[in-house]
């Protein structure tokens, strides 16, 4: 009896080990990434329910006044609205040109690995350089949009940068711009694995261009899809460089977003207990969407056939 009990015993703390195994190999990565992400984000936390100006002094909790001054700003409403505007505009610019560039380069054409590293180029340049070019082009004085407009016979363009509903506009086009390669390498590798013999099979019975996009391509390339739109969602949300260096949230905050807002906030007025509240509020609404998005989309039922 004892050998049987000593035998379970033994096979009870393999199985534990086995169990625990894969998190005894993730504790070198984890351990930096909770010393790097965690703290200031705890710190952050923290922030959001403090008076904690940089410069006064006089830190003190103060319970949920920077949530109250937040939502108190009567900016806050159009800086929220910006927030989604361009989100939603940067997404689907850059899915369905990045689904496009994806769909062309999957075909054979002569010149196709030149075309394809030009193409994939501005995802190497950094936003700093995105911006500062951007910011260039839209010039209203001496700007080359402008420029080519005049010599196109038309009239001289506005002060885009300076513009209510225009400024927000050219940083999106130039997020748009800056993320098309990223759409475009994920859905081609997912392209890549589609095996040849569905669309053999699908010419075979007759099926057209259309059909074969949305009942074969399409859920086969799903899940990349779904995982691509959601990460690239939370990174522009969080983005604020763009909007930084091309506009500075101006004109009046009109195109400020809350990532660029809790920016200037921080760092242009020195209240790091608003700018944490704000951190709080954005990671509360990606932790909700992320959510939803992944539950309405379906994605573990992505890819089943």
């Given amino acids: 009896m004892s050998k049987n009990t000593n035998g379970k015993q033994r096979s009870g703390k393999l199985a534990r080990r086995r169990k625990y195994m894969p998190y005894y190999f993730m504790l070198p990565v984890l351990i930096p990434l909770l010393l790097v992400f965690g703290y200031p984000l705890i710190k952050s936390c923290i922030m959001a329910f403090q008076n904690y100006k940089l410069g006064s002094g006089d830190i003190y909790f103060n319970n949920f006044e920077n949530f109250k001054k937040l939502f108190g700003d009567n900016d806050f409403a159009l800086i929220l609205k910006n927030s989604v505007i361009y989100v939603v505009g940067s997404v689907a610019g850059q899915f369905l040109l990045g689904l496009g560039l994806a769909l062309s380069l999957k ?36 700007g080359v949009i402008n420029d080519i407009l005049m010599k196109l016979g038309m009239e001289k363009g506005p ?8 400024s927000l506009l050219v940083v999106m086009i130039a997020m748009i711009w800056i993320g098309i390669p990223f759409f475009g390498i994920m859905i081609l590798a997912a392209l890549q694995s589609i095996p040849n013999d569905i669309y053999e099979a699908a010419d075979i019975d007759g099926c057209g261009v259309f059909r074969k996009f949305f009942s074969l391509t399409l859920p086969f390339i799903k899940p990349t899809i779904i995982m691509t739109v959601l990460l690239r969602t939370i990174w522009i949300f969080n983005s604020f460089d763009l909007i930084v260096i091309m506009t500075g949230g101006g004109p009046a905050n009109y195109s400020q977003t809350l990532p660029s807002y809790m920016y200037t906030k921080a760092f242009s007025s020195y209240d790091f207990g608003l700018a944490g509240a704000l951190g709080l509020v954005l990671l509360v609404i990606l932790g909700i969407y992320a959510v939803l998005f992944l539950k309405i989309s379906k994605y573990e039922e992505a890819g089943d056939f």
Avoid: H
Avoid at 159 to 166: D, F, N, R, S, Y
């Fill in 159 to 166: 002060a885009w940068l300076g513009t209510p509903g225009l």
């Fill in 107 to 142: 075909k054979r054409f002569p010149g196709r690995g030149i075309y394809q590293s030009i193409v994939f180029l501005p995802w190497a340049f950094s936003a700093f350089v995105v911006g500062l070019l951007f910011r260039w082009s839209f010039n209203g004085e001496y």
